[in-house]
């Protein structure tokens, strides 16, 4: 047996459930305290298991090592799963996580696990499999609502994406003559360019800071109250999720939660007071010349 199929309907809406399989491991398998998880592409995860001891002694701790392959919020997760003799022996499998949204606000949750080096390692795991799930179903169903909404909630380091700069904050601004522009961020500010579409934009960098110059046609958008077009961009550990929360708290919805080609999932709201925001976190890394865009300068990690 080299593949394992097995479902649960988790109580809890895509969202979380899509949360709990990529940073909430501690919610509902791993000890809490030796996770360490980054949920970007690419990046690696590990956490212990632990196991009662038959005879009343010390739990088992049984490692999990992985890395994660494709990241499609409240959709799919894909990673690398690779655990002990008593799980894949060392051998490098893979797992894919399928989330359903139901009409009832649960979620249809599919497993896929493929790649075993034996068919003992496949059938201990078409045993085992079930029984998580299971007790994964339960272990989320007793999470009180506001501790949910604390975690998720949480800052999280967002993932690397050659196609935008690494700061947190970046603030857009339109300019008419965008060469010009350019010029002048780059002379009287000091900044440096990082990437170019031409005819249309141009991200710079200044110490730990970014902004992007916007090109402009007063024509076709008139300024509003006598200034240029404005939107301040800003990083957060899930879109839509701070999409959600900013239309409860008396935000007007401009553009809807979005994976777009340069990797980045954005929405954009405008706040009580006028100002418009792009709420944005990263899906994959994209080279920047698959859309279009210019790299001019890395940024430093």
Do not use: K
């Not at 999990?64 to 022996?89: A, K, N, Q």
């Not at 139901?102 to 068919?119: E, I, K, N, S, V």
């Not at 050659?162 to 010029?183: G, N």
């Not at 080279?287 to 300068?297: E, K, N, S, T, V």
């Amino acid at each position: 047996m080299r593949s394992v199929h097995s479902a649960v309907t988790l109580p809890v809406d895509t969202e979380r459930a899509y949360y709990a399989w990529t940073s909430g491991w501690d919610l509902w398998f791993a000890r809490a305290e030796s996770v360490r998880v980054s949920p970007q592409v690419g990046a690696p995860f590990y956490f212990d298991v632990e196991a009662p001891a038959m005879n009343g002694g010390a739990p088992t701790r049984h490692p999990h090592y992985g890395r994660f392959l494709e990241l499609v919020p409240f959709e799919r997760v894909r990673c690398t799963w690779v655990t002990g003799p008593s799980g894949t022996g060392g051998a490098e499998t893979t797992i894919t996580v399928h989330f359903e949204a139901l009409p009832d606000g649960q979620t249809r949750c599919t497993l896929y696990h493929d790649g075993f080096a034996t068919d003992e390692s496949g059938e201990r795991h078409a045993a085992a499999w079930p029984l998580v799930l299971t007790a994964q179903a339960h272990r989320l169903a007793a999470l009180p609502a506001h501790d949910w909404e604390r975690r998720l909630a949480e800052p999280q380091t967002h993932g690397r994406n050659r196609s935008v700069p690494e700061a947190s904050f970046i603030p857009t601004r339109s300019y008419p003559d965008l060469d010009a522009a350019v010029d002048w961020l780059v002379t009287v500010l000091g900044c440096s360019e990082r990437l170019r579409v031409p005819g249309e934009r141009v991200q710079l960098t200044l110490g730990n800071g970014a902004v992007v110059a916007a090109a402009w046609d007063p024509s076709t958008m008139p300024a509003s109250g006598g200034r240029p077009p404005a939107t301040l961009v800003v990083r957060v550990a899930n879109v839509d999720h701070a999409w959600s929360r900013a239309l409860t708290n008396g935000a007007t919805a401009l553009s809807p939660p979005t994976t777009m080609p340069d990797g980045e999932r954005q929405a954009t709201v405008r706040d009580p007071a006028g100002h418009a925001w792009m709420l944005t976190h990263t899906v994959h890394d994209v080279d920047p010349a698959q859309w279009g865009g210019i790299l001019l300068r890395h940024d430093r990690r």
